[in-house]
């Protein structure tokens, strides 16, 4: 090897090295900081599908990971109170107009909707995004219901025959919605008792 | 340059120079980030911090960094600095940081901060170095929210939608609907009115020049990329 090249080398090889340990020193220094956000937000966001009264511990700790039945790994978030387990979240997958939709739904222990938001979407703006509590309040609406209120046959948009209004211009999107929330209630009605059990 | 002119430095970054509408660099946030005034001035803003620190670290490493290593030390200086706001911000500025985060990373992608280390940074002293990274960043904040602002406007028929979110309440009066909320033409805040309105205000830039009776800059003429 020419001796010019072994220059290069070394100089690039010091600047990886002098950059790679500013930024380990950087990572150790807000590694802490940034879980403890990161803790803030997903209770921020937890606390909208599990209502406070239902709780007097911090479901973002008291956690099961189990598989959905596509095979994906989901993280149960308990809600108990008094040790009781009065509620769970969990994320739930439905297909939308532009790709996967991530929602997150909170049920109670008899299996009742305590509320629905969505997590991340590629809807549309302006048509399929009004599944967001910022657009609209039409996902508010699924709080309350279970997977006999309606009956299940009615779990769909008025489209395909169900009870669920689609928004003008959207049916794909509501759509997606209405079957992820009706799969994640018959996940719960399926797999209840191991959502519940487990150490706390 | 034997005398450093600070003036045609700020000049060329806010304007003759301008890093997406003479140079036509950085396109794929100056598209993919104004779907409104507020997210293109936040991606503006988190460039310019980050060509400012990079354009500064380039020019005080000038004399070791070798012709035939640059670009891979620049490209990992830029990543580096990327990686750095990024980090901070989430630790400590997190609520900025839960309205910008998602810009930050797309910063590497960027070629107009690896144009001006290339072209400016390593030529030149530190000072001039950080001011032309400042400006140029500037520059780039002034075009990509021109560029949501034209979009915004026509396409959701708002102006500075949660501006309030990205610099805080005080700035709630910037929030204005201009036009009424089913009146915006959806294209415009999809991917085809990124580059209609980017394409209409290059040749408008080149229009005022004209008018200005200057001579047209061409773009490119000492870019990289």
Same mark, same amino acid.
């Given at each position: ?125 302006g048509?399929?995004d009004?599944i ?62 191991e ?6 | ?9 700020v ?17 794929c ?30 020019s ?8 035939e ?18 980090l ?23 070629? &107009? ?10 030529k ?24 949501g ?23 709630k ?18 991917p085809?009115?990124?580059? &209609? ?11 005022i ?14 870019s990289?990329?």
């Amino acid at each position: 090897m020419k001796q010019g090249t072994m220059i290069h080398a070394a100089i690039l090889g010091a600047f990886c090295l002098g950059f790679g340990i500013m930024l380990a020193l950087i990572e150790q220094v807000t590694a802490e900081d940034i879980k403890a956000r990161a803790m803030e937000d997903r209770q921020a966001s937890l606390s909208q599908v599990l209502p406070a009264e239902i709780l007097d511990n911090n479901p973002v700790t008291d956690t099961v990971v189990m598989k959905n039945d596509e095979g994906k790994e989901i993280t149960v978030f308990r809600a108990r109170k008094g040790g009781e387990v009065t509620g769970m979240a969990y994320e739930i997958f439905g297909s939308g107009y532009a790709g996967e939709m991530k929602l997150m739904l909170g049920v109670d222990a008899a299996g009742n909707v305590l509320g629905v938001r969505v997590l991340a979407h590629k809807e549309t703006p302006g048509l399929g995004d009004k599944i967001e509590t910022k657009k609209g309040d039409w996902i508010l609406k699924f709080t309350g219901l279970s997977l006999g209120n309606p009956p299940v046959d009615k779990w769909k948009v008025k489209k395909d025959g169900g009870q669920f209004d689609q928004f003008s211009g959207a049916t794909i999107t509501p759509r997606g919605v209405v079957g992820a929330i009706r799969k994640g209630l018959e996940f719960f009605a399926v797999h209840k008792a191991e959502m519940m059990g487990g150490a706390q | 340059m034997e005398t450093t002119q600070y003036g045609r430095i700020v000049r060329d970054g806010l304007w003759e120079n301008n890093g997406v509408l003479s140079m036509l660099l950085g396109m794929c946030p100056a598209m993919a980030m104004t779907t409104s005034a507020t997210n293109g001035f936040g991606m503006g803003l988190a460039t310019a911090v980050v060509m400012a620190a990079s354009n500064l670290l380039v020019s005080l490493f000038r004399n070791y960094i070798t012709q035939e290593v640059r670009i891979p030390v620049f490209i990992l200086i830029v990543a580096a600095m990327v990686t750095l706001v990024d980090l901070t911000m989430n630790a400590w500025m997190h609520e900025l940081y839960k309205v910008l985060g998602l810009f930050i990373p797309l910063i590497v992608s960027n070629c &107009l901060p690896l144009a001006r280390l290339e072209a400016f940074a390593a030529k030149e002293k530190p000072l001039p170095a950080l001011m032309d990274g400042i400006f140029m960043g500037l520059g780039f904040t002034l075009a990509l929210t021109a560029i949501g602002a034209v979009r915004e406007i026509t396409g959701s028929g708002t102006l500075f939608a949660d501006a309030s979110l990205l610099l805080g309440p005080a700035f709630k009066f910037m929030e204005m609907r201009l036009l009424p909320a089913d009146m915006g033409i959806l294209m415009m805040i999809l991917p085809p009115g990124g580059f &209609l309105v980017t394409g209409l205000l290059v040749v408008a830039k080149r229009l005022i020049d004209l008018a200005a009776g200057k001579e047209i800059q061409m773009g490119g003429a000492h870019s990289v990329a």
